[in-house]
């Protein structure tokens, strides 16, 4: 069955610190793969997206994610995490037929 | 020119009652859907229409009709509200082929 796993509920980072947040997904083809970020109370904003093509993708925000075929991952990065960082953030794959499956998210805290 | 807007952000209302939740996008994408975000954020698809069209109906009670008037509104009644329902809804849209969903704020619904 198609599913994606974030394994991490909860991060904590110290400003200025590095981030990689893990997705993981089952699926037997490459699906589409995005990364949104939720504020609180807020809706959700798209970060960034993989097709097809390099394997690395940049997007808002300074954040960048890395598809590894192999390892069935999407992590998402970013080399200095700022305070207003903090949100939570899902990983969804889309598995064709405009239908997107999102993990559970991942609420990363910033500590000053 | 917000691209996904919906209406009310918030709703409170008692058990038993009847509500519609409106969803409107400018972005001219001929594919909208709901989505419900319970309580420990996990994101679920509801509908799905194209054109005008139900395209996915995930496993929802009944008392839940969407209705989509144009392919720029999509709304989302709901009939004998009950607890369980409170929840945030999401609305979202993308054009077919495109695979990137764009998210509305969401309503945030209260049953008590």
């Known amino acids: 069955a198609q599913s994606v796993t974030q394994p991490d509920i909860h991060i904590t980072v110290s400003e200025g610190a590095s981030l990689e947040l893990r997705c993981n997904y089952s699926y037997g083809a490459t699906p589409y793969l995005f990364w949104y970020v939720q504020s609180p109370g807020q809706g959700l904003q798209l970060l960034l997206k993989y097709f097809s093509g390099d394997t690395l993708v940049q997007g808002i925000k300074g954040f960048e994610a890395e598809f590894k075929r192999s390892q069935s991952s999407f992590n998402l990065r970013k080399p200095s995490v700022h305070w207003s960082d903090a949100a939570e953030y899902f990983c969804?794959?889309?598995?064709?037929?405009?239908?997107?499956?999102f993990g559970a998210g991942t609420i990363l805290r910033v500590k000053s | 020119d917000t691209a996904v807007s919906q209406t009310p952000k918030y709703l409170v209302t008692q058990m038993g009652n009847d509500k519609s939740i409106k969803c409107e996008q400018n972005?001219?994408?001929?594919?909208m859907y709901w989505y419900k975000q319970d309580s420990k954020k996990f994101l679920k698809i509801m509908f799905s229409y194209n054109n005008k069209e139900l395209i996915i109906n995930e496993t929802v009670p009944n008392r839940f009709s969407p209705k989509s008037p144009d392919k720029a509104h999509l709304n989302l009644h709901i009939n004998s509200l009950e607890l369980g329902d409170s929840a945030v809804y999401f609305c979202?849209?993308?054009?077919?082929?495109?695979?990137?969903?764009?998210f509305g704020p969401g309503t945030r619904l209260l049953v008590l």
């Open positions: 969804a794959v889309g598995f064709g037929g405009n239908k997107l499956v």
């Open positions: 979202a849209s993308t054009q077919t082929g495109q695979e990137t969903q764009y």
């Open positions: 972005l001219g994408h001929d594919t």
